[in-house]
């Protein structure tokens, strides 16, 4: 199937920003170290708390999070599939002029092999 086709879901929504009196989740021990959020609450920047919820079907393109910076994910129902490389392998996703990296790497098919040479 054909990743065009796929179902779009909500993305970026601030949940937490929003409702701030409502506490749907405590951010586990690993994570707490949030240098990012931490200098957005401090210098009151917009957050990168977000929530994102998707049907059968909706996908997130391949990416790094924002300023490389991490993330964590639950899942509250259903299956996500991980297709994770590890930085070895980014010149690979990288683009003929070494720029942007390709990010529908689940459909083969419709990846410009000029445009991404060494996928």
Same mark, same amino acid.
């Given at each position: 199937?054909?990743? %065009?086709? #796929?179902?779009?879901?909500?993305?970026?929504?601030? /949940? @937490?920003?929003?409702?701030? $009196? @409502?506490?749907?989740?405590?951010?586990?021990? /690993?994570?707490?170290?949030?240098?990012?959020?931490?200098? #957005?609450?401090? @210098?009151?920047? $917009?957050?990168? %708390?977000?929530?994102? #919820?998707?049907?059968?079907?909706?996908?997130?393109?391949?990416?790094?999070? @924002?300023?490389?910076?991490?993330?964590?994910?639950?899942? +509250?129902?259903?299956?996500?599939?991980? +297709?994770?490389?590890?930085?070895?392998? #980014?010149?690979?996703?990288?683009?003929?002029?070494? %720029?942007?990296? +390709?990010?529908?790497?689940?459909?083969?098919?419709?990846?410009?092999?000029?445009?991404?040479? $060494?996928?």
């Amino acid at each position: 199937e054909s990743l %065009r086709n #796929c179902t779009p879901y909500l993305k970026d929504w601030h /949940f @937490v920003k929003d409702f701030p $009196n @409502v506490s749907i989740y405590e951010t586990p021990e /690993f994570f707490r170290d949030d240098w990012l959020n931490l200098y #957005c609450d401090a @210098v009151g920047k $917009n957050d990168y %708390r977000f929530l994102y #919820c998707g049907s059968k079907g909706s996908y997130t393109p391949l990416h790094h999070d @924002v300023l490389k910076s991490y993330s964590w994910s639950v899942n +509250i129902f259903g299956t996500k599939l991980w +297709i994770l490389y590890p930085p070895s392998q #980014c010149e690979y996703l990288l683009d003929a002029q070494k %720029r942007k990296y +390709i990010t529908n790497v689940l459909d083969e098919a419709s990846i410009d092999k000029e445009e991404y040479p $060494n996928f």
